[in-house]
């Protein structure tokens, strides 16, 4: 799982069906100081999170558990929101 | 998943036995200010769409679990067309 800033969202009508009522967001994926790494990415939203939210994301076939597991086909879903940018502790530093 | 555009598309008569009726597209992955990025990817579409129009790709073994991919042999699938997106640049 990685860190990661919603940064957009995406509006998408015509879509697989499994996907009907669920939520597209754009998420800018972070490093250990929450500096941007990598290219946004789209993600289906698991938990209600919003636009400028610190959350974490999950990939792979593990991105559809927390739907129908066998039938919802993501790659990328957020699993969980961050309480705030200070709850990100990195003793690295 | 990726954002992608449609750049055109597959013929292919000889494949395997699970893939026969399904839509092979040509798509390249863009960025959100809508420019190209290197590559492209051959993809099963899955919900209907057209050229030009900006897609929903999603990769790996997520692909196979798209409505009407059950069981194929697929890694990269359509899942949305794109009516539009919007980007906060200051989050």
């Given at each position: 799982m990685q860190i990661a800033r919603v940064i957009g969202n995406v509006v998408s009508?015509?879509?697989?069906?499994?996907?009907?009522g669920r939520k597209f967001l754009i998420v800018q994926t972070l490093d250990a100081d929450l500096k941007p790494k990598g290219k946004p990415m789209i993600a289906l939203d698991a938990v209600g999170a919003g636009v400028g939210e610190l959350v974490f994301w999950c990939r792979g076939k593990e991105a559809s558990f927390p739907f129908k597991r066998d039938s919802t086909p993501t790659d990328c879903t957020i699993v969980g929101i961050i309480?705030?940018?200070?709850?990100v502790f990195n003793n690295g530093k | 998943m990726i954002i992608a555009r449609i750049l055109g598309t597959v013929v292919s008569?000889?494949?395997?036995?699970?893939?026969?009726?399904k839509k092979l597209l040509i798509v390249k992955p863009i960025n959100l200010d809508g420019t190209d990025q290197s590559g492209y990817l051959v993809a099963v579409d899955t919900v209907g769409a057209g050229f030009h129009e900006k897609v929903i790709v999603v990769g790996g073994?997520?692909?196979?679990?798209?409505e009407g991919n059950k069981d194929c042999p697929v890694d990269s699938a359509i899942i949305g067309v794109i009516d539009s997106f919007e980007v906060n640049s200051e989050s």
């Amino acid at each position: 799982m990685q860190i990661a800033r919603v940064i957009g969202n995406v509006v998408s009508t015509v879509k697989n069906e499994s996907l009907h009522g669920r939520k597209f967001l754009i998420v800018q994926t972070l490093d250990a100081d929450l500096k941007p790494k990598g290219k946004p990415m789209i993600a289906l939203d698991a938990v209600g999170a919003g636009v400028g939210e610190l959350v974490f994301w999950c990939r792979g076939k593990e991105a559809s558990f927390p739907f129908k597991r066998d039938s919802t086909p993501t790659d990328c879903t957020i699993v969980g929101i961050i309480d705030s940018d200070a709850h990100v502790f990195n003793n690295g530093k | 998943m990726i954002i992608a555009r449609i750049l055109g598309t597959v013929v292919s008569t000889q494949k395997d036995e699970r893939l026969q009726g399904k839509k092979l597209l040509i798509v390249k992955p863009i960025n959100l200010d809508g420019t190209d990025q290197s590559g492209y990817l051959v993809a099963v579409d899955t919900v209907g769409a057209g050229f030009h129009e900006k897609v929903i790709v999603v990769g790996g073994s997520s692909a196979r679990l798209a409505e009407g991919n059950k069981d194929c042999p697929v890694d990269s699938a359509i899942i949305g067309v794109i009516d539009s997106f919007e980007v906060n640049s200051e989050s």
